[in-house]
């Protein structure tokens, strides 16, 4: 399969939306909003649930099911509220010493006037910074599109699986193009060359697993489940230093002494 | 008519103007006002530690690095060889040990010269070192910004060095090191949502294009135009995220005070 026939599987209308896993693969689901300073940005979902019985706090990207729910959640394109709101919910997690679990599903951060003048770089920046150190585990799926600095702000963690046609790159294949070649209409050509498909990942040791789409559910559940019952076992010094070590690492393999 | 005061008063107010902003170039015996885009671009890393670091005080920090090019992306491997000759540098990144004012600090610079000072693998690692160097030898760490944001040519692995240098920085700021972050001409992308925002103190330099999104992709989005001013460094003073704007002129001045008042020794 050609690079850019995942990009658009990635982005199928059809797909499953995090809305989709909250139901499927936890129970007792409390939405929580609002950044607490601010406002409601509805692209960014979350709250607590029981995974297993145990409570785990979910954040992830919202896209819609039709064109009026991807307006209303301005299709996963999130301002410094959203990215403000996953990092209160993630502090949170911290505090009650519940997992953290993550989907990524987004085209990138929000590149509008009012995301800038409230701060959208301080908001992104924050929640890196923030996530490098949580001292609760932290495990991402990436579902569908994973793009940019907007997506890489709330999958910072101990481990990253993707689904087999999901994609996780620095920009959009049409961005990469438009940049590089000043053609946007090459996004074909720009997503081959971008190495941006679940093999080419982990590869890179960006992402540690790849889940197969047969039967996404219980696939994911899985590889959660497994994510979960080994991270639980580390202390918490081990796995927040292990985690900042995954990190600093990128890519060792290109600096020599 | 303008009288000879009036006259003499514009006079002063171009000059103050050149001086903050610009550089002035005599062409025959008029003088030219060089806009402060044109400036930021010719002022480099070098001019830069010049006019901050004490004099002779500037060790550059070793980093010995092989090709960094994880897509093997068609001439980028060449574009930087040729990059390396024009400039001096061996990435867009130049850092060291120096004094400023008479007071220690770790100083790294960007360079637009070098692909408008985008990050790729080097520049985070570079970047990640010098916070290193800062917190096992227990220096404040200055970092000059500037950057188009993360670079193409390094694809997945030049997102992750926002991770990456974040991850460094704040650990840094955690063991009660001194991070101050100065935003110069342009920072963007991937560095402005990194380590360029993570400054125990903030300062911008004045007239600096500061951003997440790049205006002409905002206009793209909004379908207008943006108002004048907007993502200066002005405008983020004015909302709150940056401590101070500083004229260049200024910033020697004002980097030594503040060294001055997180220096145990010297209060």
Request: overall charge negative; proline content about 3%.
């Amino acid at each position: 399969m050609k690079a850019f026939d995942r990009v658009l599987k990635a982005r199928e209308i059809a797909r499953p939306k995090i809305t989709d896993y909250v139901e499927a693969l936890f129970t007792d689901f409390f939405e929580l909003r609002g950044d607490g300073l601010k406002k409601e940005d509805k692209s960014i979902y979350g709250g607590i649930a029981l995974f297993h019985g145990e409570p785990v706090t979910v954040i992830g990207h919202r896209k819609g099911k039709d064109a009026s729910e991807n307006i209303d959640c301005n299709f996963a394109m999130p301002g410094p509220e959203g990215y403000r709101k996953a990092l209160r919910l993630m502090r949170q997690a911290e505090k009650f010493k519940r997992p953290v679990i993550t989907f990524v599903d987004t085209p990138g951060a929000y590149p509008g006037l009012e995301a800038e003048m409230f701060g959208q770089s301080q908001a992104i920046s924050e929640s890196l910074a923030v996530m490098s150190k949580l001292r609760t585990p932290i495990v991402t799926i990436v579902t569908g599109e994973g793009s940019s600095g907007g997506a890489l702000a709330i999958s910072v963690a101990d481990r990253i699986f993707m689904l087999e046609n999901a994609i996780y790159s620095v920009l959009s294949p049409e961005g990469f193009a438009s940049i590089l070649w000043h053609e946007s209409a090459r996004k074909a050509e720009a997503a081959e060359v971008m190495k941006l498909t679940a093999d080419d990942l982990l590869k890179f040791g960006v992402a540690d697993g790849i889940i197969s789409e047969d039967s996404i559910f219980a696939n994911v559940d899985k590889a959660l489940s497994e994510a979960l019952s080994v991270l639980k076992k580390k202390s918490t010094e081990e796995l927040v230093e292990e985690r900042y070590r995954k990190y600093r690492k990128f890519d060792e393999r290109f600096c020599g002494a | 008519m303008v009288t000879a005061v009036e006259e003499r008063k514009n006079k002063f107010i171009r000059y103050k103007n050149l001086r903050e902003n610009a550089t002035e170039v005599l062409e025959g015996r008029a003088k030219i006002v060089i806009p402060a885009e044109k400036v930021a671009e010719a002022y480099t890393a070098m001019d830069r530690v010049r006019d901050i670091a004490d004099a002779g005080s500037f060790a550059e920090l070793s980093c010995e690095f092989g090709e960094t090019d994880p897509l093997e992306f068609n001439g980028y491997s060449e574009k930087k060889k040729a990059l390396r000759e024009e400039t001096g540098l061996h990435d867009a990144v130049l850092s060291g040990r120096c004094t400023v004012g008479g007071y220690p600090a770790v100083m790294a610079v960007m360079d637009k010269r070098f692909m408008m000072a985008s990050m790729g693998i080097e520049v985070g690692e570079k970047i990640a070192r010098a916070a290193e160097y800062a917190m096992e030898n227990g220096l404040p760490l200055i970092i000059f910004t500037a950057s188009g944001g993360a670079r193409m040519q390094e694809g997945m692995l030049a997102l992750m060095q926002m991770a990456k240098t974040s991850a460094v920085i704040e650990r840094f700021k955690e063991a009660g090191g001194l991070y101050i972050s100065v935003l110069t001409h342009p920072t963007t992308g991937g560095v402005s949502a990194s380590f360029a925002t993570l400054g125990d103190i903030t300062l911008a330099e004045l007239g600096a294009l500061i951003g997440f999104a790049g205006p002409r992709v905002i206009e793209q989005t909004i379908g207008e135009k943006l108002p004048e001013g907007f993502q200066r460094a002005e405008f983020l003073e004015e909302h709150g995220f940056v401590d101070r704007v500083v004229a260049r002129r200024e910033m020697k001045a004002v980097l030594t005070k503040l060294l001055k008042l997180h220096n145990k020794e010297s209060l």
